[in-house]
């Protein structure tokens, strides 16, 4: 496991190995100062311990039904703890404060939240820290690069996720295509520049090009132009 990385100012990560149906993917935690504490989004198997240098935790987001696994810990030791839609019901061994919905972010003015509704199978909630002009995603976009193992490039590319930033099969068979149009029009909204995701290299720059490329199948209006991936290796 990788230490603390800083991206951009108020906004770091803390990477883990993590495998799903026995591929390495990666699992990235990431942490948000904001103005009345710090913001956990994803956690990852560490101790709350990890981030005290930074400030005072006060919240943990499970963004959606896949990425909850390690919050109990994190609420135990007094933080906040918010959830995607269905997650209370899914985990009812943890005390949620609540649940995360369009609009309402209990974080402050200066993260916008968005809940999915596109994609009942892992009701995702995205969010939009405005002072670094970040994306903040679970599993909405994939970015893996030529550096993950061969297994899980040969594989994600048979699913449609390799390379560069984008979306798995799962994804377009399961999604309403009427709905992801109007979310990912919500998201095209905010002035994001940067993505962090939970799987695969985060993207600096550049990034809300390449969400809108990643799901050019929806045939969104006005897509604007993104450079293309590196071809793989």
Not at 156 to 167: D, S
Request: a negative charge; proline letters at 8%.
């Amino acid at each position: 496991m990788s230490s603390l990385n800083t991206v951009a100012p108020g906004v770091h990560v803390l990477d883990a190995a993590q495998r799903f149906l026995g591929l390495e993917l990666g699992a990235r935690m990431t942490v948000l100062e904001l103005r009345d504490g710090l913001l956990v989004h994803s956690p990852i198997g560490v101790p709350p311990s990890v981030v005290e240098h930074l400030g005072d935790p006060r919240w943990v987001l499970a963004p959606n039904l896949f990425h909850h696994m390690y919050v109990g810990p994190w609420i135990d030791a007094g933080l906040e703890g918010w959830g995607a839609p269905g997650l209370p019901e899914k985990r009812s061994d943890v005390r949620f404060e609540g649940v995360v919905s369009t609009g309402t972010s209990p974080f402050g003015d200066e993260v916008e939240t968005y809940a999915l509704r596109c994609f009942s199978l892992s009701n995702e909630v995205v969010l939009f820290h405005k002072p670094s002009r970040t994306l903040l995603v679970s599993d909405l976009v994939f970015n893996i690069s030529r550096s993950a193992p061969w297994m899980t490039r040969v594989a994600m590319r048979c699913l449609g996720g390799y390379p560069g930033c984008a979306v798995t099969l799962l994804e377009r068979i399961g999604m309403r295509r009427d709905l992801a149009r109007e979310d990912l029009a919500t998201i095209a909204g905010w002035d994001f520049d940067r993505v962090v995701m939970a799987h695969g290299e985060v993207i600096e720059t550049g990034g809300k090009q390449a969400v809108l490329r990643a799901f050019r199948w929806l045939s969104l209006p006005a897509l604007p132009e993104a450079p293309r991936p590196d071809p793989p290796s």
